[in-house]
């Protein structure tokens, strides 16, 4: 279903348009393990089924090259990530391959997540390859009076203007560089 929604998603968009990815909750744990698996296949180590990757197609968007920035919101990545030996590793974002294709757009990781929601964590400090990953943890009060001291702030993301609006800024951000840097 994921290599599925990345080709067509680069039929619509363009085999070389930059990656944006927003996700939410268990979708962080989903999109963080598919890119891993996609930055780390190789021969010598295949990750990625046969079968996905004749879905996936042979674009950069759909093979993860032009995964340019990477919102997550109300991410369980850290409790996800204790099964692994100090947390594991995290994908590279900006894609490694990113500057074969836009030399001049830089990425960003960006992690919102409310300390009252028992399922976001910041994982920035998880260990040093996140630290560096991950461009910036954003503590958020997500949702309204009602909602943003508890537990179900979880499920307001979405609707937050602290979440909004740097996401909003940064794809302004990368249509502006795109753009200006190939006119």
Not at 128 to 150: I, K, M, Q
Request: some cysteine.
């Amino acid at each position: 279903m994921f290599a599925d929604s990345l080709r067509r998603l680069a039929e619509q968009a363009g085999p070389r348009a930059p990656l944006c990815v927003i996700s939410h909750s268990l979708g962080t744990v989903i999109a963080s393990n598919f890119f891993y698996d996609l930055q780390a296949h190789s021969p010598e180590k295949p990750l990625i089924a046969q079968n996905v990757l004749e879905k996936l197609g042979d674009t950069p968007l759909a093979r993860g090259e032009t995964l340019t920035v990477f919102y997550t919101m109300g991410s369980p990545i850290a409790l996800w990530s204790l099964r692994y030996e100090n947390f594991g590793k995290p994908i590279h974002v900006p894609s490694p391959k990113l500057r074969s294709h836009y030399p001049h757009l830089t990425g960003e990781w960006v992690n919102f997540y409310d300390k009252a929601d028992i399922i976001g964590y910041p994982l920035k400090e998880l260990n040093a390859d996140y630290h560096r990953e991950v461009t910036s943890d954003c503590p958020v009060l997500a949702g309204g009076p009602f909602t943003f001291w508890n537990p179900v702030s979880h499920v307001e993301y979405f609707g937050d203007t602290d979440v909004l609006g740097p996401i909003a800024d940064g794809l302004v951000g990368v249509w502006q560089t795109i753009n200006t840097s190939q006119a």
